[in-house]
């Protein structure tokens, strides 16, 4: 377990780098990595500060961050970034039992479980309550025969968040629980998707009679739209922040551009609207009053998104994640396309090639499919403004026919079957 941050809660900014620096100087060997030194980290509370102090935290507001990663980057340590990344310890840290947090949360700090997310199904994607996935109770245990799909990670992952129904004489919201499977059994096959950019990041996942214990159940049966509300709002707060983070984060949502940057001199290092400025100037572009709009409009974003961010992370207390999300989540998307079409007008015909001839320009090309990954995963961009009208604007309700009826009598899509 961490130590408690002396200065509590109410640390002022100085009093926390004064007690990461501290630490540091007496636990961080430069050149520090690898199993010992997570180790240390994870049990020292500063790898993920935000956590509570008796989970591997420090207790501290989500702003303190910042601090502690200065402090960690002064020191030439990697900086902790785990709080961000977590959302399966989040999750599980909001709606699991001291048991359950006994078991897992120290594991998935550690790294030593991988989580990934058995939620969308070939007949429920946008309309996840539809999903079909059954889980039956067997005494101590629960069967679960199913398909997932679009599963990112799933071939990397220890465990997974998995949703499925166990009611079906219910509204289809009503009768869905969510567990932590372990995916290393016999009843879990999972299988790579090719994808257009030459990777395979997602699989379908079969699952057949695949068996999960009910210790790994996350909240009440029958309640685990709830939960997954929950996991859902810190995977779309992760994602909306991306753009506004740091330096690296920043390069992701920028890909192409910082590919770019990394790839022909050190301007590179960071990437912004200031950034593209350069950009153009390389490419003999900065005098011209359309790209100048655009990286104007860009940056503009950027900024904005960065303060929604704030906003959002501010609205959203421990366990509870805010609707706020979904504007920084969709602020994201934008930004990611926006950024792909500026290094791709700025780049002229060259960002269609592909090959090894020209790698930056395949970098751009293939940062132009891989946008379309942030309007899609965590929810499209439709859905994001569905979230926002009803939730933050408090517009009506789309209509929704089955939404009170139970799910047995409702229309689905065919059940799916596994095929071997
Ligand atoms: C990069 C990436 C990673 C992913 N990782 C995972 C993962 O790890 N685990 C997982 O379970 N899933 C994952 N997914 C799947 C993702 O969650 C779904 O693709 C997404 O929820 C959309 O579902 P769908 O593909 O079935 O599209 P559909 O729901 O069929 O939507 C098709 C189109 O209709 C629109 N639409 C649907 N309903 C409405 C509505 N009510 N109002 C307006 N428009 C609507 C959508 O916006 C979309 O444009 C991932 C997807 C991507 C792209």
């Known amino acids: 377990m961490s130590a408690t941050t002396e200065a ?49 935290g420090r207790g501290l507001p989500r702003d303190m961050r910042k ?11 990697r900086a902790p970034a785990l709080d961000v ?11 699991g039992t001291e048991e359950q947090k006994k078991a897992f949360v120290r594991p998935l700090a550690l790294g030593e479980h991988r989580g990934c997310l058995l939620y969308s199904e070939p007949g429920a994607g946008s309309d996840l309550a539809a999903l079909q996935t059954r889980a039956e109770r067997d005494g101590d245990t ?29 509204p289809k919201h009503r009768g869905l629980t969510f567990f932590w499977i372990p995916m290393d059994q016999p009843g879990i096959e999972v299988r790579p998707i090719h994808q257009v950019t030459g990777g395979s990041e997602f699989n379908e996942v079969f699952l057949a009679d695949a068996v999960v214990p009910d210790t790994h159940r996350l909240g009440e049966v029958n309640d685990g739209w709830r939960v997954l509300q929950t996991a859902l709002g810190f995977e779309r707060l992760i994602m909306g922040s991306v753009a506004g983070g740091g330096p690296r984060q920043r390069r992701r949502a920028a890909g192409a551009a910082a590919t770019l940057a990394d790839r022909q001199s050190p301007w590179t290092r960071k990437i912004g609207g200031a950034d593209y400025i350069e950009l153009a100037k390389q490419v003999g572009k900065a005098a011209d009053p359309v790209t100048r709009q655009e990286i104007a409009y860009l940056y503009t974003l950027e900024k904005v998104n960065v303060w929604n961010s704030l906003r959002a992370r501010a609205d959203s207390g421990r366990g509870a994640a805010s609707p706020l999300a979904s504007i920084g989540k969709l602020a994201m998307s934008r930004i990611v396309h926006t950024g792909v079409a500026v290094t791709t007008n700025l780049l ?39 979230i926002i009208g009803e939730r933050v604007l408090g517009l009506p309700k789309e209509p929704e026919v089955d939404r009170n009826m ?13 095929f071997s």
């Open 348 to 386: 002229g015909t060259a960002s269609v090639l592909d090959g090894d001839t020209d790698p930056v320009a395949a970098e751009v090309n293939r940062s132009s499919f891989a946008a379309f990954v942030t309007s899609i995963g965590g929810g499209t961009d439709q859905i994001q403004r569905n």
């Open 8 to 56: 509590g809660s109410a640390a002022t900014a100085e009093q926390v780098r004064a007690e990461v620096a501290a630490w540091l100087a007496e636990n961080f060997q430069p050149g520090a990595s690898g199993p010992q030194w997570r180790e240390k980290l994870v049990d020292s509370g500063w790898a993920a500060p935000t956590w509570p102090v008796e989970w591997y």
């Open 406 to 418: 139970p799910f047995r009598e409702v229309r689905k899509a065919q059940a799916v079957r596994r």
């Open 142 to 170: 629960w069967v679960v025969n199913g398909q997932k799909v679009w599963t990112s990670g799933a071939r990397e992952a220890t465990h997974g968040f998995l949703v499925a129904r166990t009611d079906w004489d219910v």
């Open 67 to 77: 601090v502690v990663t200065e402090e960690f980057t002064r020191a030439g340590a």
């Open 85 to 95: 990344t977590q959302l399966f310890a989040n999750t599980i840290l909001a709606h």
